[in-house]
Every structure is written in structure tokens, then in C-alpha cells.
């Protein structure tokens, strides 16, 4: 079993409704992920959080905003979404907190499906 | 250029017998890792097995195994015994050192399916 939660497991949402995925590791990791991922393809990247900062952002449009309150938690907060966007959203964590390095795995959750109508 | 390499987009093994998918890789770095990942349809993304560069004997994790050859630069993972359950996508990943996550690239993914 997974040490990555992750609710909801499934989320339909409207266009202009405001929702949230939330995500949780008690693993004691410092870095955590938020990964976007469509059919067929592997995940990309959207942001990294390093000792609850925000360290790396993909460029990701401003109607996903990512949110770290502790150490423990990380939430991605959906606004205004496209249909475009519906995909595997995977949260991940990994033990490294600073500038990291090859051998650190980075452990997933089982993923939100999110679908935009 | 693309970074990590399956050329398998897809492959078929008989239950119970073994089964390697490939991975080519490309990096000017000395120290790097290499990891599988297998995904299910239900969508988490488990980790299966990892390789360090400087690792001098290939990694062993159950029925999984890693066939490292860091001169041709590849990192086959071979499944032993096959089971329907290992019926999935299979990701090889290569993390490089210094920032994290950034230099996390996963391939294009093997789909495996496993034949009763």
C-alpha cells in the first residue's frame, strides 16, 4: 500500500466550480510533487515543494494553485478549469528537503482523476 | 533529445514465464539513478526497483531485476515468473543529481500484458 494518500480518487467538476485535491505522506519526506498526467503518456512535472516552499513551478497556468500548510500536506487548489485539463493528477514525495541528489526515490500516491465538464 | 528511451510500446508475455523491457538513457552526468515504476489501470504509480550509477552489481527487488549496462547505457528491467497482476504500464525514470524533481524524466512507458 501506498504511504502517499491522496482524496478525492475521482472528482467531476464544472468549469467555473472552485474544488481541491488533497494530499498527505507520513514518511517524514521534505520534498513533495504535484504531477499531471493524460492517457498514454507519462507524468509532467507542475510544481516541487522543499521544506514547505514552493521551489519549482512548470509554468503552470495560474488556475492551479498549489498549496503546502505543513510538512505533511500538500493541496492543489482548482479554479476555472478547461476540459483540457482533465487527467491523472499524482501527488508524490521524496525524502530530500535540499538540493537533492541522484538516488532519491520519489514515492507517488494513487492519483485523483479529474474530469472538467 | 529525449532523455530516457522504451522502444517497447507495447508487449505480450506468457503467465509464469520472464519477460525484459527496455530502457536506454542519455546523460553526460556520472552520477545519475535509474527507476522502474509500474502503473496499474487504477493509476498509482509504484515503485519497483532502483540502479545507482556508481553501483557496481545489478539491483534485485523479489522477481524484479535490473540488467544495467552503464557503457551502452541502458537499464532493462526483467520480470521473472510472470503473473497477471503484473499486467500494467511500465515506466523507466532517470533522476540526475543536483535539483530535484526537475531532473526527474520518466520514458514513454511498455505496456506489458501478461497472457493466461
Known amino acids: 500500500d501506498t504511504e502517499v494518500t491522496q482524496t478525492p480518487k475521482h472528482l467531476v467538476m464544472g468549469m467555473t466550480n472552485k474544488k481541491s485535491l488533497k494530499c498527505e505522506q507520513h514518511?517524514?519526506?521534505?520534498?513533495m510533487y504535484w504531477y499531471k498526467q493524460k492517457a498514454k503518456k507519462p507524468p509532467e512535472l507542475m510544481f516541487v515543494y522543499s521544506y514547505e516552499k514552493l521551489s519549482i513551478n512548470e509554468s503552470v497556468p495560474s488556475r492551479f494553485s498549489p498549496e503546502c500548510p505543513n510538512s505533511s500536506l500538500l493541496n492543489l487548489h482548482l479554479h476555472a478549469l478547461q476540459p483540457e485539463d482533465s487527467a491523472l493528477y499524482l501527488c508524490?514525495?521524496?525524502?530530500?528537503?535540499?538540493?537533492?541528489?541522484?538516488?532519491?526515490?520519489?514515492?507517488f500516491g494513487e492519483g485523483s482523476w479529474l474530469t472538467v465538464v | 533529445a529525449q532523455k530516457i528511451t522504451q522502444t517497447q510500446p507495447g508487449m505480450f508475455v506468457q503467465e509464469k514465464e520472464a519477460v525484459t523491457l527496455d530502457c536506454t538513457y542519455d546523460?553526460?552526468?556520472?552520477?545519475?539513478?535509474l527507476f522502474w515504476y509500474k502503473q496499474p489501470s487504477s493509476g498509482e504509480m509504484i515503485f519497483l526497483i532502483y540502479?545507482?550509477?556508481?553501483?557496481?552489481q545489478n539491483a534485485t527487488e523479489g522477481r524484479y531485476s535490473l540488467n544495467f549496462q552503464k557503457a551502452r547505457k541502458s537499464a532493462n528491467l526483467v520480470i521473472s515468473a510472470s503473473q497477471l497482476g503484473d499486467s500494467a504500464m511500465y515506466f523507466c525514470?532517470?533522476?540526475?543529481?543536483?535539483?530535484?524533481?526537475?531532473?526527474?524524466?520518466f520514458g514513454p512507458g511498455t505496456r506489458l500484458s501478461v497472457l493466461p
Open positions: 508524490a514525495s521524496s525524502p530530500e528537503g535540499g538540493t537533492g541528489g541522484a538516488g532519491n526515490t520519489i514515492y
Open positions: 546523460t553526460s552526468d556520472q552520477s545519475y539513478g
Open positions: 540502479q545507482g550509477s556508481y553501483d557496481e
Open positions: 525514470a532517470m533522476r540526475e543529481g543536483g535539483n530535484y524533481g526537475q531532473n526527474f524524466v
Open positions: 514518511m517524514g519526506h521534505r520534498a
